[in-house]
């Protein structure tokens, strides 16, 4: 009549679940208190991660993480960074990424056609500098240049 926990049953009040927690309510404190430059910034870290987790899981021959890691890669790159392009008003810049992130994303999906690591260091190789030109703008410039362009 009542669930017990037992030796083999799963707590789900132990170290790792409360550390999956923490690191949950970290990510959403983060994302809800981020600016758009920032959440950017999240993205490509999180395109970056999952790249290297796929990297890894590759290297395991562990086919259903190397899939999940790179749909993650995929949604990220597609859903996220693609989809907050601007195409309107950003330009040939906003254009150029729109076909890099497009270029990306084909990539990701032969890597995992193929569980192909070098194809996937390419994406790492693509999204890293584009990563760290991003966090070397600071959101004083961003915050500066959206009130010039208002």
């Known amino acids: ?14 170290p790792r679940a409360s550390g999956n927690m923490y690191r949950q309510i970290g990510l959403e404190t983060g994302v809800s208190g981020a ?5 950017i910034g999240m993205l490509l870290n999180g ?8 990297r890894g899981a590759i290297k395991s021959k562990n086919v259903e993480a190397k ?3 790179i749909s993650k890669a995929v949604s990220i790159v597609d859903e996220g960074l693609k989809a907050s392009l601007d195409l309107k008003s950003g330009g040939e810049l ?5 076909d890099l992130y497009a270029y990306v994303t084909q ?9 192909n690591d070098e194809t996937l260091e390419e994406c790492a190789n693509l999204l890293g500098p ?3 030109a991003w966090g070397s703008i600071s959101s004083s410039n961003v915050d500066q240049a959206r009130t010039t362009n208002l």
Not at 94 to 98: D, F, K
């Open 1 to 14: 009549m009542y669930a017990t926990l037992t030796a083999s049953s799963t707590n789900v009040f132990g």
């Open 35 to 39: 600016s758009p430059h920032q959440l």
């Open 47 to 54: 395109a970056l991660e999952a790249i290297a987790q796929a």
């Open 67 to 69: 899939c999940k890691a």
């Open 94 to 98: 906003a254009a150029n990424l729109n």
């Open 107 to 115: 990539r990701l999906t032969y890597a995992n056609l193929h569980s």
């Open 130 to 132: 584009l990563r760290d």
